[in-house]
């Protein structure tokens, strides 16, 4: 066999991995607030930025607007947002928090800590390492995107 072509060599599984290993560790936290994690990365950037054109919550998130679309419509059925037609131009769609999508920001607060407490016992990952590790992935995402 080809060592390039070993599962172990490959970056792509190291990173498919982690985030997924991530994702698993939010749920139980997410469970709390009522949340999935595509979800909760659509509250994060709507609380940095109340009413924000679907367009624009997608790019943010790398996604498309036909994936966040339905994510959307499920949010809103659940009252944590709202959509409405900007009025200035009626082809966009704006989205913008609920009362209790804004009262989820303080539910919310301890998630992150929550996710660093399950990544203490990392070893190689520290408040020295992790600007570290930040501006790697940065690096890459900006580097494919």
Do not use: H
């Not at 950037?45 to 499920?74: G, H, M, S, Y």
Request: proline share 6%; charged share 25%; aromatic share 6%.
């Amino acid at each position: 066999m080809k060592e390039e072509l070993r599962l172990d060599n490959q970056l792509c599984f190291r990173l498919y991995t982690a985030s997924r290993l991530i994702t698993q560790a939010y749920t139980p936290m997410l469970d709390n607030l009522g949340l999935t994690y595509p979800q909760y990365l659509v509250m994060m950037v709507l609380w940095e930025k109340d009413c924000q054109p679907v367009n624009d919550i997608a790019k943010r998130l790398f996604l498309e607007t036909n994936t966040v679309t339905p994510l959307l419509k499920r949010m809103e059925a659940e009252g944590l947002v709202e959509r409405l037609r900007d009025e200035a131009d009626g082809r966009k769609v704006l989205v913008r928090l609920t009362a209790a999508g804004r009262a989820m920001e303080a539910a919310a607060t301890s998630v992150p800590e929550g996710l660093a407490g399950a990544l203490r016992p990392c070893r190689s990952l520290g408040p020295d390492t992790a600007p570290v590790l930040f501006s790697t992935l940065d690096d890459i995402i900006a580097t494919l995107k």
